[in-house]
């Protein structure tokens, strides 16, 4: 592994909308192209299938090592979803019904095992176990309480939460409740409050800006035989369609924060209002940032993205 990899840990609310797979395959073929190493996986939504489908789709990608947790059976969205438990049921040789360990267990093991200030934390769900994470206490794994944890280790959490259109920005009703918010706010404002490092935000406005092409979960995926990035798409909605990239721009970012499609904000602070919409104040000495996209460079994302996720299990990609 490039001694520059990124190293990544994805909490998803996988099962909920098929972007959280394409983000999974997104960062597998990023990290055999020796760009990030995954170093576990938590699930924020409170179906055992969300897990099941991250082991699935881990397996897949010949990283069986990649440990996978959960939020438990009383986190949010306990439903299974559109396609969760179809497409582990299509692929029972990829589906393992091990016991998953919570996931405030399995982030507090892997940030004490890594040197401070080298990861980076994905958010493409609700922030139930990361609230977890800030407070929990001293453990077998570390002696410092979570807030102390994060600040060590994590140098930046790329988030996909909010929405800082000029719209919603001015605006501070529930016509602009962002989901992963919505369904947890509590955790969100603790997240918000307590991060004690760096945060990026990929807002929802970004979504509309790069679709994923549902031409190519039909026609860039060939090289393979049955996949289960392919059998979530096919499931989640009516094909044919195209879907916003909101997850996949947040774990792009996590990698490549250098590309120049993506901008960041100037600094600052970013509120919840009681609705569940976000709030973004400029201040010099803020930790949160957000993202938008260069004019004319949505197509180059998409165009990087769709070459990314099919990417042929252990085949490097031009960057």
């Avoid at 080298?118 to 922030?127: A, E, L, Q, R, W």
């Avoid at 209002?273 to 803020?286: C, M």
Wanted: hydrophobic share 40%; aromatic share 8%.
């Amino acid at each position: 592994m490039n001694a520059e990899a990124a190293r990544i840990i994805l909490d998803t609310d996988i099962g909920n909308d098929v972007d959280d797979v394409l983000a999974m395959s997104m960062l597998h073929a990023l990290q055999s192209n020796g760009e990030c190493e995954l170093l576990g996986v938590c699930v924020s939504k409170g179906s055992i299938w969300g897990p099941r489908l991250a082991g699935v789709i881990n397996r897949f990608y010949q990283r069986a090592d990649v440990p996978v947790a959960w939020v438990g059976p009383g986190g949010p969205t306990p439903d299974a979803g559109r396609f969760a438990r179809q497409v582990c049921l299509m692929h029972p040789n990829l589906d393992d019904r091990r016991e998953f360990q919570q996931g405030v267990d399995l982030l507090r093991r892997t940030l004490a095992a890594q040197s401070d200030m080298s990861v980076t934390v994905v958010s493409i769900g609700f922030m139930t176990n990361l609230a977890a994470l800030l407070e929990s206490g001293p453990c077998p794994h570390s002696p410092l309480g979570g807030r102390e944890l994060v600040r060590r280790k994590v140098k930046l959490l790329s988030i996909m939460a909010g929405d800082f259109s000029p719209k919603a920005i001015a605006a501070s009703d529930q016509r602009f409740g962002e989901f992963n918010i919505v369904q947890d706010p509590s955790s969100a404002r603790s997240v918000l409050s307590n991060w004690p490092g760096l945060v990026v935000f990929t807002g929802y406005e970004l979504g509309a800006e790069v679709l994923y092409p549902g031409s190519n979960i039909r026609d860039g995926f060939a090289w393979a035989g049955p996949h289960p990035v392919v059998d979530a798409y096919n499931l989640f909605s009516q094909m044919p369609y195209d879907r916003p990239c909101w997850d996949v721009i947040a774990a792009m970012y996590a990698v490549r924060p250098d590309l120049e499609d993506l901008r960041l904000s100037p600094p600052g602070k970013v509120g919840l209002f009681p609705a569940g919409n976000t709030s973004f104040a400029y201040d010099a000495s803020g930790r949160h940032f957000h993202l938008t996209i260069n004019p004319g460079r949505g197509e180059h994302l998409q165009r990087m993205f769709t070459d990314l996720c099919s990417q042929p299990v252990q085949a490097a990609c031009a960057r």
